[in-house]
């Protein structure tokens, strides 16, 4: 018997968003360890909490824009991954920013960014 694919086996469907691995697996074990960080633990359930409510703030800002853009300006923790995929959910393009940018640089790249919403720590 041929090896099974890891994505259709979750999912139902070889070709999916990453937003839909995240509720597929929080469906599949939703109790089971997302992440960690700092003391603190989020499971794939509480994960895809984390990622509506983002992607809720993301609809609302975004109003009727055919092609939204967020802008992030993060430093590595569980807010940046929210961002990211709560971005994804709500049907919007990502831009993360880089964090050692300043001044005119960073002027320039959020400019290019497109972006219509900046999330920043």
Not at 10 to 27: E, H, K, M, N, Y
């Amino acid at each position: 018997m041929a090896p099974q694919n890891p994505i259709v086996d979750l999912t139902g469907s070889a070709r999916t968003t990453i937003p839909d691995l995240l509720r597929a697996r929080a469906a599949a074990s939703g109790q089971n360890v997302f992440l960690r960080w700092e003391g603190r633990t989020w499971t794939y359930r509480d994960a895809c909490d984390e990622v509506a409510a983002v992607a809720s703030r993301v609809i609302g800002l975004a109003g009727s824009s055919p092609q939204p853009r967020v802008a992030s300006f993060m430093a590595n923790r569980p807010e940046a991954i929210w961002t990211w995929l709560g971005t994804l959910e709500a049907g919007a393009t990502h831009v993360a920013l880089n964090r050692n940018h300043r001044g005119a640089v960073l002027e320039d790249m959020l400019r290019r960014s497109g972006a219509q919403i900046l999330v920043t720590d």
